[in-house]
């Protein structure tokens, strides 16, 4: 069984990952390691965890434009997420990061954020960007 939302496509594809969800902004070139793709900023509800293979769940990017570039490294080093999904409008930081990296982005920009909240850490997501769908799927 599985429940699917609607989204709106930013770049397009498809990635499918075990969620990784934050209600936090990230700050892609100051709270994440360069090397490893672990959020190593303390102060994060997601301290310690890897972006690596996971669909990101967040509200927005914060910082400079400069983390997009962070986000491309992470890419190239193959230690990127598979989606991202923006639970409010995208901002400009994560939609360019997400360009230029060729990672399936989409943002909740017309939904309530509460229409997610059945998706909790760990959860298989599949974004299909391009259908503009979220699946959360549930394994037995």
Not at 3 to 15: A, D, E, N, T
Not at 33 to 51: A, C, K, M, N
Request: charged share 20%; aromatic share 6%.
């Amino acid at each position: 069984m599985a429940l699917i939302f609607k989204c709106r496509r930013i770049v397009g594809g498809s990635g499918l990952g075990l969620s990784l969800v934050t209600r936090q902004p990230i700050n892609f070139l100051t709270m994440i390691d360069p090397e490893t793709g672990v959020i190593h900023d303390v102060e994060h509800d997601l301290h310690g965890r890897s972006l690596k293979s996971r669909v990101l769940v967040f509200p927005k990017a914060i910082g400079s434009s400069v983390g997009a570039y962070a986000l491309y490294s992470l890419k190239t080093k193959g230690i990127a997420p598979a989606a991202i999904i923006c639970t409010t409008t995208i901002d400009i930081i994560t939609a360019s990061a997400c360009a230029i990296s060729e990672i399936p982005a989409v943002d909740m920009k017309d939904q309530l954020f509460g229409s997610l909240s059945t998706l909790r850490q760990g959860t298989w997501v599949q974004v299909d960007a391009d259908n503009c769908r979220i699946e959360l799927i549930k394994k037995y």
